[in-house]
Each structure stands twice: as C-alpha cells, then as structure tokens.
C-alpha cells in the first residue's frame, strides 16, 4: 500500500547537519496598486455623488457581465461612455439606495443593463432598487468603493 506524503517544509544540510529552513517568500499583494484618483474616487460618499458640482463618471466593469457600464453625476451620460449601458443622476441615488439597503446586487445590475438596452428610455427609481422596502434614513451611509463592491462592479475609469 502506498501512501502520500507531502514533501518536507525544511531540509537538513549534508555538511553541517544543520536543518535549513526555505527563504520565506513575502506574500503577494493581491491587489494591484491603483492611481490617487481611483483611490479617492472610491473612498467619496456615494451618496454625494450625485450632487457633484461638475459632470463626473465613472466607468466600471462588471464583475459577473461581460462589459463595462457608465455611472454619471448629471442627467447626461459623460461622452466616454457611448454604448454602454449608463446610470444617470438619480438612477445612481437609486444604485446607492439598494446597495445599502443590500436590496440591489450584481445579479439585479446585470437584470438593469439588460432592460437597459432593450428599453433606451427606461430609468432605474428608487423604489425599483428598494424592491418594495420602505427606506431606512437611519442607515449607514456607504462610500463609492463599497457601494461598487455590493454591485459587482470594479471602477475602471474615472470621466470628467
């Protein structure tokens, strides 16, 4: 019978008889390391997105869909973003809503962008994202990171 057996973790040196340990390798930073204004884009309360004194967008991937989908701080998705499916003004406070009232997941963005495309003048409304929960003024508000994470979403570019 023939067992397994995993290889040894150290090694005993012939001359000196001594055990050597392997060189510790440092771990990998699973993360690459992401420009200053992705990072302070995603730290920004997502609630005050929307209230930007200048047109801003974001385009992000979609983790579980295949492409890219446009957030826009005004009424008008940024010229960037042409084809993609985009989320507008309000329709971005309704994303935030959901998000963190952890109603609205990458499986309901993925279901938006598809309604997206087959209905060009269909808007997301807060009660959509809610999906029927009444709204809680009390709750935690989220910063853009966060709120892209409960999404699926992965920012990808920053419009101005």
């Known amino acids: 019978m023939r067992t397994h057996l995993t290889p040894p973790r ?5 001359e000196t008889e001594q055990v050597v340990l392997p060189l510790a390798q440092p771990p990998k930073d699973p993360s690459p390391q992401l ?3 992705h990072l302070e884009v995603l730290g920004f309360p997502a ?3 929307s209230g930007l004194p200048l047109p801003t967008g974001l385009r992000c991937a979609r983790n ?3 492409g890219l989908l446009v957030l826009a701080s005004t009424d008008a998705a940024p010229a960037g973003g042409a084809g993609e499916p985009s989320f507008v003004h309000r ?5 935030v809503l959901g998000a963190e009232h952890e109603r609205a997941s990458w499986v309901e963005v993925e279901a938006w962008c598809a309604r997206k495309r087959q209905q060009g003048d269909w808007r997301l409304t807060n ?4 999906g029927g929960v009444r709204e809680d003024p009390l709750r935690e508000r989220w910063s853009i990171g966060r709120v ?3 999404l699926g979403l992965r920012l990808h570019e920053v419009l101005t």
């Open 10 to 14: 150290f090694a005993v040196s012939r």
């Open 35 to 37: 420009p200053t204004e």
């Open 47 to 49: 609630w005050l997105f």
């Open 64 to 66: 579980h869909g295949a």
């Open 91 to 95: 329709e971005v406070d309704a994303l």
């Open 127 to 130: 009660i959509e994202a809610l």
């Open 148 to 150: 892209l994470h409960a």
